[in-house]
């Protein structure tokens, strides 16, 4: 089996709609794929609508958290989407995601940047408004070459200087929402390095105790090293151990599958899970 655990549509910030993306999935020969944008559930349905057959979906979210001031995500798997305390959480995240776009604008106008949000609110169109979608403006603007290139400190890197935090969860008090919610939480890229300050190892081992079930190891952001470091760790907190493309279309380099989770983990993921269930395809629209 082929699992990829970690995928984003235009319901957030990828460029394939919930539709084109599990098609495209069962196109690289995935046989099971999970929906994971962010703090929002809204691509789910089109995404089951269209299901091919063969391929199953994982409905899942990416939930942004912060802890001791690092930003940090937090992969929520087969969680019921309408419970309240954790349904009313994600709005609360993506309510702010416009004013803080609309902030980082304004600063970036600061720096001579002619950036409108117009131009934002176009690239993101259905989808949750973020930085990503800031940072494609800046590319059509001929400021930076790559969507990569913008998250620097010049610009819309943590602290950079169009740099404008939103509202993001306590990770423990996201843990514990998924698992009231009936979800699987797994620590998406705890050691992505390139993206900024990344949490300790003391502070993953807190978060096991917590109720953590797995952290994301295999992942385009982490090095052989990491990967082997972190999947050592995993092993001493008894926590699952996942791999996923981490998947947005073209807005960045990786594939449908370049990760994958071992078909044993997966298992235990829908064994865990009591809020909801993988789906399998009979065939979708076309």
């Known amino acids: 089996m082929r699992i990829d655990l970690h995928t984003h ?4 910030d990828g460029t394939d709609t919930p539709a084109e993306l599990v098609r495209k999935a069962a196109a690289a020969g995935l046989d099971v794929v999970a929906l994971t944008d962010h703090d929002t559930t809204r691509g789910h349905a089109e995404a089951l609508a269209a299901l091919p057959q063969g391929l199953t979906l994982v409905t899942g979210a990416e939930l942004s958290c912060r802890l001791d001031g690092v930003s940090m995500h937090l992969l929520a798997y087969l969680f019921d ?5 954790l349904l009313a959480e994600r709005e609360l995240v993506r309510d702010d995601r416009v ?17 409108t949000w117009e131009q934002v609110a176009r690239i993101a169109g259905n989808g949750s408004v973020g930085r990503p979608h800031v940072a494609s403006a800046l590319v059509e603007l001929g400021v930076v070459d ?3 290139d913008a998250f620097t400190p010049e610009w819309l890197a943590d602290g950079g200087r169009a740099y404008v935090p939103k509202h993001e969860t306590d990770p423990f008090e996201a843990v514990r929402l998924v698992k009231n919610a009936g979800g699987v939480a797994v620590f998406a ?15 993953i081992a807190e978060l096991a105790r917590a109720g953590l079930d797995g952290i994301e190891v295999d992942h385009m952001d ?3 090293g990491t990967r082997a470091r972190l999947r050592g760790l995993a092993g001493e907190l008894e926590l699952l151990v996942t ?7 073209s807005r960045k380099t990786c594939v449908l599958g370049e990760f994958s989770t071992d078909p044993e983990v997966y298992g235990e993921i829908t064994r865990r899970a009591t809020g909801a269930f993988p789906v399998p395809g009979t065939g979708g629209a076309v």
């Open 146 to 148: 790559s969507v990569s």
């Open 222 to 224: 982490h090095d052989p």
């Open 243 to 249: 791999g996923s493309s981490d998947y947005h279309g």
């Open 99 to 115: 004013p803080r776009a609309k902030g980082m604008i304004a600063k970036l106008n600061e720096l001579g940047v002619p950036v």
């Open 81 to 85: 989407p309408e419970e309240p305390a």
């Open 9 to 12: 549509s235009t319901a957030s």
């Open 189 to 203: 890229h705890p050691a992505a390095v390139k993206r900024g300050r990344t949490v300790p190892d003391s502070a």
